[in-house]
Structures are given as C-alpha cells and as structure tokens.
C-alpha cells in the first residue's frame, strides 16, 4: 500500500552535507519504525538510521553524530540530514521500513563524496 521515493541526493565536497527525503504515498502513521538504509559499491545494504512513530532515533557508529534522522508523519516523510560528510559515505540511499517486511524499494537517491 505504501510507496517510497527517496530524493535529495548529489555530489557533495567531503565536509558538506545533504538532506534526503523519502516521500510515502500513503499514511507512515501506522508504521512504527522507519530508516535509511544506503548500499556502497561492493557492499551489501546497510541500515545507518532509524526513528520511530514518537521520534526515538537510532544510528549505526559509523553516522553517530553527523547524520540526523526526523519524522513528519502529517506529511508522510521521513528525512535525513547528513552533515560532515565523508567519502566513505558515498552510497545509494534508499528508505524502508524496520522491522516489518518491508515495502517494495525505491530507486533510491545516490550521495556522493568526493572532491
């Protein structure tokens, strides 16, 4: 029922940030947690950042204190702000939920660091 287009992605100097959207064609009320979840090359998917449905948030180590992820539920988005970024975060990003089964993924949006 739900549908996830991920956005905001782009090329970005080490240091800069970015802010990714995952618009939900319907409600993300009901669900209790979603994340982020990002797959370097050669890497397999990773989850880096999840909130719940009263904004209890999770980080993996590696995006502890640079990445923040927030939840507007009236408008059916979950964001993440991406801060200090480092090359190493270079990835395509993608949202989903946690937890569950998730939903058919999105395409998407592709973060690169490099300068």
Known sequence: QVQLVESGGGLVQPGGSLRLSC??????????????????????????????????????????????????????????QMNSLKPEATAVYYCNVVYRSPYAWGQGTQVTVSS
Do not use: C, H
């Open 23 to 80: 618009a939900a064609s319907g409600s993300i009320f009901g669900i209790r947690t979603m994340g982020w979840y990002r797959q370097a090359p050669g890497k397999q998917r990773e989850l880096v950042a999840a909130i719940t449905s009263g904004s209890s948030t999770n980080y993996a180590d590696s995006v502890k204190g640079r990445f923040t992820i927030s939840r507007d539920n009236r408008k059916n988005t979950v964001y993440l």
